[in-house]
């Protein structure tokens, strides 16, 4: 069974959001590996060394996730990159200024750390208040970052980032 091992508030710059939007979870992520779009992401910010070097913990694959009361649910599958990387054709954006992160770290068998569900309360519980955007959305994604997401320990285990966007 998963747990959550630690929270935590991330300071992080402005930074632009490059993926592709969906209208719920489903088996885009093979479509995103067979494609190659992850590189071609890559490519437009010259390389993960550019995220890395104003956010400690870029770099990482993401599935972005949007919420609001009586507004359709969001789901997009892409990475973070600095504010001012171009777009490439094909994909579209989401534009983060002057925020921070409320992080847990999920421990847990690659299956099972997919399960968030704690992750807000632990956020709330360490006094940090969700962000929302002008329409009301709280923003959170899945950050599966190298190498505590692909390479498990000797247990089999892995560690996920799961953040939510705060002030």
């Known amino acids: 069974m998963a747990e959550i091992i630690k929270t935590f508030r991330e300071e992080i710059p402005s930074m632009r ?9 489903g088996p885009m992520w093979g479509e995103w590996f067979a494609n190659g779009w992850f590189d071609v992401i890559e490519q437009a910010m010259g390389g993960t060394e550019a995220i890395l ?5 870029g770099g990482g694959y993401v599935g ?3 919420r609001a009361k009586e507004q359709p649910f969001e789901y997009w599958i892409g990475m973070f990159a600095p504010a001012e990387t171009p777009v490439p054709n094909g994909f579209s954006f989401v534009d983060f ?3 921070a992160l409320g992080t847990c770290w999920i421990y847990g068998s690659e299956k099972e750390v997919h399960n968030t569900k704690g992750c807000k309360e632990a956020v709330k519980a360490a006094e940090m208040k969700l962000w929302r955007d002008e329409n009301g959305g709280v923003w959170s994604f899945e950050n599966c970052v190298c190498p505590r997401y692909t390479t498990p320990d000797e247990k089999g285990n892995v560690i996920m980032d799961y953040c939510y966007l705060v002030k």
């Open 97 to 99: 200024a002057n925020l």
């Open 53 to 57: 070097k104003i956010w400690e913990n």
């Open 64 to 66: 972005l996730e949007r």
């Open 17 to 25: 959001f490059i993926g592709k939007k969906y209208p719920g979870f």
